[in-house]
């Protein structure tokens, strides 16, 4: 009998402290400043160089170009930008090695999706994800 007792006072001391889960959809969840989220992709700003393709562990990352169709001007101009996020680690090496920023990292980290094919993340969805974008501070 001692036991219950025992138990039953451990409960009610437990049930007078604060909680310590989030109430998560309802409630944003504090990320820390240096957090890794999906990538944005500003393709106004991309000079197809391939470095965060090259440099990317996992080769999740697909980009080509095509010459610019002005002749007077120089350089290529984006044709496809694809991530696939079912293998990729969210690493950040593509956002440091790209010269222009055309990639940033953001705080959204939801990409939960029923079907592996939807993982495949196209031009348009990376441009439009404006979502929580962190300021990056660079000195």
Known sequence: MKGVFKGLGYTLKELTKKPVTY???NEPLALPDRFRGIQKFYPEKCIVCNQCAAICPTDCI???GKKHPDPSKKGKIIDTYTINFE???LCDLCTEVCP???IIMTNNFELAEYSRDELYKDLSYLDENDESIREVNKP
Request: proline share 8%.
């Open 23 to 25: 109430d998560y959809p």
């Open 62 to 64: 697909k980009l080509t």
């Open 87 to 89: 293998i990729c680690i």
């Open 100 to 102: 222009t920023e055309a």
